[in-house]
């Protein structure tokens, strides 16, 4: 199958034309689309008419299908027996059936973050399939992460170089969580390094986001603040972002080491319906670890 790659920006993002994904790929063709993604982080693919099954079947020539995150049992939302159900299947949604979401992470604004990356093993991939859209807002904004750490200066690479910082996360959080009035044990949380090493091109990527970054290790709260202040400008810096509106019918696909993501606000009275599901990964390799492939 024939196919052509339209980059988005320089440095991240480019829609796939010419498939139809609803359909067996040949290994050719999974070939060109893996090379795409190595190049551009995120993939995009427009005009879909994907069922679960038939999503589920193009997310597993990816990898291992990925595990649905559990909630405690308070913040899980009603399961949802329509026809967009599927076992494996996250629904990211704001429609409510007797007053409770059908899905996850259901209104307005979520600053950027990778997803997964509290987790000791996170997912490698994602790819989110959109129904229903709202008139405006709601888009996603992707950055990538190994641009956004060419760019920057010697002296942050330098503080950073060894380090871990403390990614954390609850299902019903859309800011920053406050450390001083929770206990960590409380929420879902892993120490990761501040730079990974990219297992595929063996590229620098930095890995801290807004959302979910808390606390870098060795630095006095005042200290870890400032930094990461600092460095979440050079992540969320225009110069390496792809902002992605959705219409219905699209599926995009995203490299959850190398890039990470936001979402813009919408109306809340406006239905919003996607389906998600991952790639699940292994732990993060930090850059330091084999310096020699740099």
Known sequence: MSFTVHPMTPVIGAEIRGLDISRPLDAETVAGLRHAWRDHAVLVFRDQQLDPDQQRAFVSIWGTIGKRSQALPSQRPRAWDGPDYNADAMLVSNIRKDGKPIGVLPDGEMWFHH???YAAAPNRASFLYSMEIPSHGGDTHFASMSAAYDRLPDRLREAI????VLQAFDELQDRRLDLDTLSIESVKHAWQPMVLRHPETGRRALY???????????????????????????????????????KVGDLVMWDNLNSMHARTDFPREERRLMRRFTISGTPVTAA????SAA
């Open 288 to 291: 330091w670890e084999d310096a």
């Open 115 to 117: 997803d997964m990356c």
């Open 208 to 246: 801290v986001n807004r959302l979910m970054s808390h606390r870098v290790e060795g630095l006095s709260p005042q200290e870890s603040e400032a930094l990461l202040d600092e460095l979440f400008t050079y992540g969320e810096d225009p110069a390496v972002r792809y902002e992605h509106v959705w």
């Open 161 to 164: 170089e060894g380090r871990r």
